[in-house]
């Protein structure tokens, strides 16, 4: 069965080092997400992605974040400078197609980021 | 805002026991409603959904009924099964603004005894 993939599973970093979450998206997936959830909190919104662009995102998604997918496989979620308060498990998903009536998307398993 | 709140876990169970995990959601269109569930290990998968008032949605002996009047989507099952330990999520995908993105809760961790 077609999964989504990420690696690492789990990193750690010093503060103000950059970061590259990578994900394997399905790949007839046509939307790229990614979340995140601090521990204990609600799982944030935090891009979509859609055609090589970003089609969404959320304030949280701020210029520390970007995402892009450099090879028509890969998605990434890259940190500029990791804070503190960005230790999270970050998720993300694909879906075939964005509507009303499909809302499902399949996650990957995550990522632990913890920046120390 | 749109926002979907859970009840805390974690919900503690015998096998066979009675499951109701709660949820309540604010949204400013008709959203639909969904449940996902994450398994120890494995991403977020979808369990079961309703896109309108008095939908049950079902799946693997869980079900959940779209409330509009009281705006709940509360997660049963007669008879849980240790299995059935994961962290189940609530989510809403609301149209208003032309977004679909869905919005989940925090989740809520079902442990299952045997």
């Known amino acids: 069965e077609p999964e989504v993939t990420q690696t690492p599973s789990h990193q750690v970093t010093q503060m103000g080092q950059e970061v590259i979450l990578r994900c394997v998206p399905i790949?007839?997936?046509?939307?790229f997400y990614w979340y995140r959830q601090i521990l204990g909190q609600k799982v944030e919104f935090l891009v979509s992605?859609?055609?090589?662009?970003?089609?969404?995102k959320s304030e949280i998604f701020d210029d520390q974040f970007s995402v892009e997918r450099p090879d028509g496989s890969n998605f990434t979620l890259k940190i500029r400078s990791t804070k503190l308060e960005d230790s999270a498990m970050y998720f993300c998903?694909?879906?075939?197609?964005?509507?009303?009536?499909?809302?499902?998307?399949?996650f990957g398993e995550g990522s632990r980021l913890t920046v120390l | 805002g749109n926002s979907v709140t859970q009840m805390e876990g974690p919900v503690t169970l015998s096998e066979e026991a009675f499951l109701t995990i709660n949820c309540t959601y604010t949204?400013?269109?008709?959203?639909?409603l969904f449940w996902y569930v994450q398994y120890p290990g494995e991403g977020l998968q979808l369990l079961l959904k309703?896109?309108?008032?008095?939908d049950k949605g079902s799946n693997k002996g869980f079900e959940a009924t779209y409330r509009k009047e009281t705006t709940s989507f509360h997660l049963e099952k007669g008879s849980v099964q240790v299995s059935d330990s994961a962290v189940y999520f609530c989510?809403?995908?609301?149209?208003?603004?032309?977004?679909?993105?869905?919005?989940f809760g925090r989740g809520t961790s079902l442990i299952v005894h045997p």
């Open positions: 790949s007839n997936h046509l939307y």
């Open positions: 998903a694909s879906s075939e197609a964005l509507g009303r009536n499909t809302g499902e998307l399949f």
């Open positions: 949204a400013t269109g008709y959203p639909s």
């Open positions: 992605f859609y055609n090589n662009e970003i089609s969404e």
């Open positions: 989510a809403l995908s609301d149209t208003t603004g032309g977004s679909y993105i869905p919005t």
């Open positions: 309703a896109t309108k008032a008095d």
